[in-house]
């Protein structure tokens, strides 16, 4: 079935696209090397796994604020000047290991530098696509952004970044700081001004100006946006729920793997393979679905769907019903963040985009790390086939409180 009202998305999408997909094979690479770094110098579990927390500190102290000098700023230029950034950092430390080792501090300072070009790229990014393409080809583009950063960070980049390393272990990182290099070109590349609000003062006569409201003013006015907003206020629970769950089952699926189903370490490697070759299969057909159906009923049907398919693996309790399971989920999991973004996308004004999508990508990543530690507790107590059947309850249960009220706004804003 063709796309509605298919077009080409034009060059300056292919230029944000390819400098996504490049910089995402480089954060892809680093998703290995760094722990594998951090192992070099240590052999404490806490400080190697605190590397990946390091990372998204800045996501709680700087998010919001993010979302401010992001609507303040021209968006094309901010994510050229974070990714010159982010190559420095990681550039030095590639040469550093060139030298020496580097200590446990260090990698710390750079996951934390990172986290920090992260939070300000992702957030300049949700708000300038829908600057660079139609709305209604949202759905196409956010799709090929999902299929791109799934091939890079979860599948090409962490297998080439443990060999790039064990090859010779400043190489990752020299070879991230590239990509880096040429994001910011292939973003400088895109012409024009992209800046959402005027100058710090507004003239309104000859000698009077209006100030620019400080920043805790500024994350006031989104905040209360959302709030008030029926179909972001939707998202935003739902969003957050969905992720809280979701992260919280894949943060214990390698023991229910290893130690429930009993499965070697290379079974688990293609498990997580198919799971995303089934985020890669979601994503592809998101614009398709979307194309034909409204896309809060599509929602609430694809979660409810893999509720109950987590029911029935946790019931069925071997490889084969997890494996599909698990497929289901990850490309579930790309239709409803397809569907979600590019609906949020078109109700953000312009003006507030920076701050709407450094709150939305706020409450997932705060979500996540919730759901993990709930989940832990949880299986602790009673069992690893207790995780399959709470995620089912509770994505059922969340679809009941939130489903009606986001298909009614979908409706409303259709």
């Known amino acids: 079935m063709p796309v509605p009202g298919a077009t080409t998305l034009g060059p300056r999408f292919s230029r944000l696209l390819a400098a996504s997909t490049i910089s995402n094979i480089g954060d892809g690479l680093i998703v290995a090397a760094l722990p594998l ?7 404490s579990p806490l400080l190697v796994s605190g590397i990946v927390f390091a990372r998204g500190i800045p996501w709680l102290v700087f998010g919001l604020t993010a979302g401010v000098i992001v609507d303040r ?32 501090g260090i990698l710390y300072l750079v996951a934390l530098g990172l986290g920090a070009g992260e939070v300000l790229f992702d957030s300049a990014s949700n708000a300038f696509i829908p600057m660079l393409v139609p709305d209604d080809q949202l759905e196409r583009a956010n799709s090929r ?25 400043a190489a990752p990182f020299l070879f991230d700081a590239g990509t880096f290099v040429f994001a910011a070109a292939m973003v400088l590349a895109i012409r024009g001004n992209w800046r959402a609000e005027p100058g710090p003062h507004k003239r309104i006569a000859a000698d009077d100006y209006i ?4 920043v805790r003013t500024s994350i006031r006015e989104g905040l209360r946006f959302v709030r008030q907003h029926p179909l972001l206020r939707a998202l935003a629970v739902t969003g957050a729920g969905y992720n809280f769950l979701a992260t919280g089952l894949e943060a214990v699926a390698v023991l229910y793997i290893r130690e429930e189903l009993d499965a070697s ?15 890669l299969a979601g994503g592809a057909l ?33 490889l084969v019903a997890w494996t599909l399971f698990d497929m289901l989920l990850f490309g579930g999991s790309a239709i409803a963040s397809i569907g979600s973004q590019s609906m949020r996308q078109r ?26 530690a709930a989940f832990g507790v949880l299986t602790a107590a009673t069992g690893l086939t207790a995780a399959l059947v709470a995620f089912g309850v509770g994505a059922i249960a969340l ?15 259709a």
Not at 307 to 318: E, K, R
Not at 399 to 409: C, K, Q, V
């Open 145 to 169: 952004l999902y299929m791109s950063v799934t091939v890079a960070n979860e599948l090409s980049g962490p297998a080439a970044g443990a060999w790039l390393f064990a090859a010779a272990a």
């Open 73 to 104: 700023t021209d968006r094309r230029r901010l994510m050229a000047l974070v990714d010159f950034g982010r190559a420095a950092i990681i550039g030095a430390l590639g040469l550093a290991m060139l030298v020496s080792d580097v200590p446990i």
């Open 211 to 214: 100030p620019r409201p400080s």
């Open 286 to 318: 998101a614009p398709r679905i979307y194309g034909r159906y409204r896309a809060g009923p599509v929602i609430v049907i694809d979660v409810l769907i893999c509720a109950v398919a987590a029911l029935v693996a946790a019931a069925i309790g071997n």
């Open 399 to 413: 679809m009941a409180l939130t489903g009606p009220r986001l298909i009614a706004a979908t409706t409303q804003h």
């Open 37 to 43: 770094a951090a192992i070099e110098v240590t052999d």
């Open 265 to 279: 370490v290379r079974v688990y490697g293609l498990i997580l393979t198919l799971a995303a070759v089934g985020g």
């Open 347 to 372: 109700a953000m004004p312009p003006e507030l985009a920076g701050r709407i999508s450094s709150l939305f990508l706020l409450a997932l990543f705060g979500a996540g790390p919730l759901g993990a």
